[in-house]
C-alpha cells in the first residue's frame, strides 16, 4: 500500500504536472552524494550517530521517499542511468572505470538529462565527479580508454578530452575524471582538458592514516590536488555557479548537478570538519557532506532562487563495506540500517537510498511517500515537469513519477517493476512486495569468506540451498532472511519472465 503522510502543515498549488512543466520551468539542482547510505541520515535512521540538520530540514520543507533506488550497487552504471533513464547493463559494461578508463559510457547521440533541459532552455552545469568514462588521449592522438596507472602516465594533457560532460548535455563542466581521492588520476578538469596536469606520484605521507583512509591509490597528482578539501572545492564552484547565473542569465533556468565526492573512501572530511562529529572520521565526513547541502540550499535564498527551485538529493548507491564494518564496531551506527547488504550487494542495503525533494508550494511539505521509485526515473519525471516529450529511444527505463511529487498520486502506485543490478551483471526485478534475484548470494560481495573486510560474520544462513534464484516478500520480511523460491513458484515464473522480457526487449517501460 502506497501512503503520503503529511507531517506538517503544508499548502500546495492547484495545478496539473502538465501546466506546472509548462509555465513554470524550475531551477532543478540535483546533490549527488556517494556511497551514502540510507541509514546514514539521520531521517532515515533514527540510531544514526551523526547529525544531519540540513538533510533534515530538507525532508521536514519537502517530500522524503522510503522506497527509493540506484539502478545499480556501483557508482559508474548508476551515473550511467541517472543521465539517460536507462539501466546500465544494456551498454554490456561490468565494472567502474578508473584513472584512464573509457571511453565515455553515454552513447554520443544519446539523450541526456542535461541535453533534455537544453532544448528546454535550460543552462546546464555540472560540478564534481563524473566516473562514466572518458576518452584521454596519447601523444599520437590515439585513445587510451584504459584503467590502471600505466595508462594514466600515457595521457598528453595538451589535447582535448572529446567525450568529456560538455559535450553529453553540459554548458559547463568543472570536477573529475573518476573517484577524486581514490583513483589514478588526482587532477581537476575544467570543461574538457585538465588545466593543471599532474607532474608525479602522490606523496602519501603527509595524509591522514586510520582505518576509514585506505582506499587512495598511489596514482599521478596533480600541483594543489588537496585530497582533503576536494567536497569544498567543489562546494565552491557549484555556489559560484550560483552567484553568476543570477548576475548574468536571472531570466534562464539552470540545471546545476552537484556530484559530491562525500563519502567514498576514503574518509577525508576538510580540515574544517575533522574531529567535529564525535563519530571519527567518516562520521566528520558525514557531517561534511551534510553542510554541504545546507550551503546550497543557503545560497538558493540569499540569490532569491528559492521558491522556484527543485532541489533532489540522492545517494549512487549503498554505503562502502570497510566503512560500515567499522562504523559499526567504532561508533555503534549501521550506514545500512534496516536493510540487509551493503554497497555491491544486490539486497536492499546495497541499492535503497536517501531520496529527497524540496519544491516550495509545489512539492507538499513534510511529507513521506512510500513509492517505489528507481533513479532512472528523473529522466521522465523533469521531461513532464518541463513539457519536454521523450523519444522513443530515450528513458527506456524511466517512469514520470511528477504525480508523486506533487502530491497527485492518490496512493496508487505509479511504478510497477523495478530492475536491479550489480557491478558483475546480476540482475534483480520487483514487484510490489516481491523482490526476485535472478541469481545465488549477495551478487556483490563474498559473504563465504572472511577476506580482508570479514564479510563472513554477516552471512545469514541460506533457507533454500538448492534455488538457482532468490525470492523475497519485501512486506513480511523486510530484513530477506528467508528465500520463498520453492514456497511461490508462480511469482518466481512471472517475475523471471518479466525481467527477461525487459532484458531482451531493450526495455521496461512503454510510452
Partial sequence: MIRILCLVPCFVFAFGHQGAGATDRPNILLILADDLG???VASYNPESKVATPHLDRLAAEGMRFTDAHSPSTVCTPTRYSILTGRMAFRTGMRGVFDGAGGPCLIEEGRLTLGGLLQTRGYHSALVG???????????????????GLPAVRRIDFSRAIPDAPIHRG??????????????????????????VPPTGILDKTGLPQHDYSRDNRPGMHAP???????????????????????????????????????????????????GRSGAGPHGDFILEMDHVVGR????????GLEENTLVIFTSDNGPEVPTVLAMRRDHDHDGARPWRGVKRDNWEGGHRVPFLIRWPNRVPAG?????????TDLMATIAALTGAALPEDAGEDSVNLLPVFLGEDEGE??????????????LGIRWGRWKY???????????????????????????????????????????????????????????RAKLYEFRESGRSVER
Wanted: aromatic share 12%.
Fill in 413 to 426: 502506485p505509479v511504478r510497477e517493476y523495478t530492475l536491479h543490478q550489480t557491478i558483475s551483471l546480476a
Fill in 129 to 147: 565527479k563524473w566516473h562514466i568514462g572518458l576518452t584521454f588521449l596519447d601523444r599520437q592522438g590515439q585513445p587510451i580508454c584504459e584503467n
Fill in 224 to 274: 594543489g590536488f588537496d585530497l582533503e578539501e576536494i567536497d569544498q572545492v567543489f562546494l565552491r564552484r557549484s555556489l559560484h555557479f550560483l552567484e553568476e547565473h543570477v548576475g548574468e542569465r536571472a531570466g534562464q533556468p539552470f540545471f546545476l548537478f552537484h556530484s559530491m565526492q562525500a563519502v567514498h573512501l576514503p574518509s577525508f572530511p576538510s580540515r574544517e570538519f575533522q
Fill in 38 to 40: 540510507y541509514g546514514d
Fill in 437 to 495: 534475484l535472478d541469481h545465488r548470494g549477495s551478487g556483490g560481495n563474498d559473504y563465504g569468506r572472511d577476506g580482508r573486510w570479514g564479510m563472513k560474520a554477516y552471512a545469514l544462513p541460506e533457507t533454500a540451498p538448492d534455488a538457482p534464484g532468490q525470492l523475497f516478500d519485501l512486506e513480511a520480511d523486510p530484513g530477506e532472511t528467508t528465500n520463498l523460491y520453492f514456497e511461490h513458484p508462480e511469482v518466481v515464473e512471472r517475475l
Fill in 170 to 195: 553540459f554548458d559547463e563542466f568543472f570536477g573529475t575524471a573518476c573517484c577524486p581521492t581514490t583513483d589514478w588520476l588526482y587532477a581537476f578538469i575544467e570543461g574538457d582538458r585538465i588545466p
Fill in 296 to 303: 546550497l540550499m543557503e545560497a538558493l535564498r540569499a540569490h
Fill in 367 to 375: 511529507t513521506v511517500s512510500d513509492q517505489t521509485l528507481c533513479l
